[in-house]
């Protein structure tokens, strides 16, 4: 187990020196390697269309928060959940070959490996009436109702507004910690 860590870390590095990210990232932000799922589970379509999974017990918790979320007359919608290591490569390349640079890109893009969406516990979520991954999201019911209860389910909100992180303010990302 601490050798295929190991290998990953390594796989991670390469692909950061691929794509221009700073060698001190994680340290100069106080990140830990996020893992990936091995085994993600679906979830249905997210709010594209698309179909989404996350880890088997993260998944669980996520149907009972939903489903006590619509008790109180509240609807979260999956915008998007796990997300593959190769496939948050492909986000931070696409933003790259846009012209943009690694430094704006990594304040609103959080690094391949170091993104809790690989480990298929984090959920970017929003309502009815309000657009995806906007801070805005911050303002409906089901903000209010997530701040109150997500952490009966065992979420939390991990991308804070003055987060330490030095991303920017995601009150649409929450993330399955048990």
Same mark, same amino acid.
């Given at each position: ?20 990210? +700073? ?32 880890? +088997? ?8 928060? %939903? ?49 809790? +969406?690989?480990?298929? %516990? ?48 995601? +009150? ?7």
């Amino acid at each position: 187990m601490e050798e295929d860590y190991s290998n990953y870390a390594r796989a991670i590095t390469d692909l950061h020196a691929q794509l221009g990210i +700073p060698a001190d990232y994680a340290s100069q932000f106080g990140l830990d390697l996020c893992p990936e799922c091995g085994q993600p589970v679906p979830i249905g379509q997210d709010v594209f269309g698309r179909e989404q999974a996350m880890a +088997p017990q993260a998944a669980n918790a996520w149907f009972a928060m %939903r489903d006590d979320a619509a008790a109180d007359d509240i609807a979260l919608l999956v915008v998007s959940a796990y997300r593959a290591l190769a496939y948050q490569a492909g986000i931070i390349q696409g933003k790259l070959d846009k012209g943009q640079t690694i430094e704006d890109i990594l304040k609103v893009s959080a690094a391949p490996g170091y993104s809790e +969406p690989h480990s298929g %516990r984090a959920l970017d979520l929003t309502t009815p009436g309000f657009e995806p991954l906007e801070e805005e999201f911050e303002n409906s019911p089901a903000f209010a109702w997530l701040t109150e209860n997500a952490a009966r389910h065992g979420f939390r909100m991990s991308v804070p507004r003055n987060n330490p992180f030095g991303v920017a303010y995601e +009150p649409w990302h929450w993330c399955w910690v048990g």
